[in-house]
Structures are given as C-alpha cells and as structure tokens.
T-cell receptor, first 111, second 115 residues
Framework: DQQVKQNSPSLSVQEGRISILNCDYT??????FLWYKKYPAEGPTFLIS?????DKNEDGRFTVFLNKSAKHLSLHIVPSQPGDSAVYFC??????????FGGGTRLMVKP | GAGVSQTPSNKVTEKGKYVELRCDPI?????LYWYRQSLGQGPEFLIY????????DSGLPNDRFFAVRPEGSVSTLKIQRTERGDSAVYLC?????????????FGPGTRLTVL
C-alpha cells in the first residue's frame, strides 16, 4: 500500500518554462513534507519542505504547495534550467522520524 | 565539512553469502537511517537509530537483515544468506535531532548486486 504516490514517472519541459511535479498521499497523520532531488550515482539531496500548518513555501525558483484537504502537494520550478534535470522524490514525515517516499518523477529540461 | 559516506560503493556477491554495508554519518548527528531503493522505486525505510539504539526497525524485511551502531556513530547493515531480491541501492542518512523535523542528509549509497 503506497502511502505517497507520484503518478507521473517522467516530465519533459522546455528551458525557461515552469515545471510542475505532483504528489499525493493517503496517510492523514503525515505532518511534514519534503522534496528531494537525485542525480545518478548520488544520494538524494534536500530541496524544500513544508509543514502541514502551511499551504505554501517558497525558496528562490522553487515553491511547494500543500492542499491538505485533497492530500496533494506540488513542486513548482520556475524558470526551469537544464541543470534541474534529475529525479525528484516527494517524501512525507510523521512525528519527525522516518521518511516515506514516492516513486519519483524524472524531470528533463530541454535547452 | 564531510558529508555522509558509505562503503563500499558497489558490492557484488553470490546468493547465500553474507554482506556488510558501512555508513559514516555526519559528525555530531545523533540520528541515523537506513533506506533501500529498488530499481524504479523511491527509497524505502529500513531502520532508524537514535544514538546507539535502534528506535524503529519496523522496515527491516525479515530476520536476515540486522543493523548495529555500537558507539553511536558508524553503522553497519548486515545481510545474511543474501537473495537475488536483496539487490538494490542501500542508502544511509543522518540528521541532527537538535531541531525537530530536520533535514536528513543522504550518502551516495551502496549498490548491492546478488547473483
């Protein structure tokens, strides 16, 4: 039973345009959400997070939106750059301990 | 400063053999996590240490898997009687619990292949 789902395995975007990556979760006990970025042969690196008491968090080109009623969050990257090409994982946390990850979305930003 | 390191980076073994995977967390981080990432999937939680003790080992798939952290720093994940289904990238992460809901820093992983 997947508690965190990323339904799009891949996404292709033109450089300069907006990238929108989506994530859905089922466990209403999750109260903190994170996005990680992963390059091949490297571990995931933290990108941005959001607490369940907020609905938006912004950091430079990256914004995460949380819709608690829909159990949905999204990551917006604008403008997208070729260096953003990577696999993006959505993750959720309960009680501040282990992370539950989605299956990942491979983002390709074309020059 | 140094990040999380994991050794070896790659391990190829035969079915039925015993393997040990090592994780060196960021200095001073009290929490240490092991995850397993199978091909095409996201990382899955295995075990979490707070100091020397395993605070949550609910993700270990069966009793062939065991992990230790005897001095509260380096951790070793041990897999007995390996099976082909154990092939995956094993990721280690550490975090400082001085702040709640803090970031977990991941190592590069150990790619385990069981032939």
């Amino acid at each position: 039973d997947q508690q965190v789902k990323q339904n799009s395995p891949s996404l292709s975007v033109q450089e300069g345009r907006i990238s929108i990556l989506n994530c859905d979760y089922t466990n209403s006990m999750f109260d903190y959400f994170l996005w990680y970025k992963k390059y091949p042969a490297e571990g995931p690196t933290f990108l941005i997070s959001i607490s369940s008491i907020k609905d938006k968090n912004e950091d430079g080109r990256f914004t995460v939106f949380l819709n608690k009623s829909a159990k949905h969050l999204s990551l917006h990257i604008v403008p997208s750059q070729p260096g953003d090409s990577a696999v993006y994982f959505c993750a959720a946390m309960n009680a501040g301990n282990m992370l539950t990850f989605g299956g990942g979305t491979r983002l390709m930003v074309k020059p | 400063g140094a990040g999380v390191s994991q050794t070896p980076s790659n391990k190829v073994t035969e079915k039925g053999k015993y393997v040990e995977l090592r994780c060196d967390p960021i200095s001073g981080h009290t929490a240490l996590y092991w995850y397993r990432q199978s091909l095409g999937q996201g990382p899955e939680f295995l075990i979490y240490f707070q100091g020397t003790g395993a605070a949550d080992d609910s993700g270990l798939p069966n009793d062939r898997f065991f992990a230790v952290r005897p001095e509260g720093s380096v951790s070793t994940l041990k897999i007995q009687r390996t099976e082909r289904g154990d092939s995956a990238v094993y990721l280690c992460a550490s975090s400082s619990l001085a702040v709640s809901y803090n970031e977990q820093f991941f190592g590069p992983g150990t790619r385990l292949t069981v032939l």
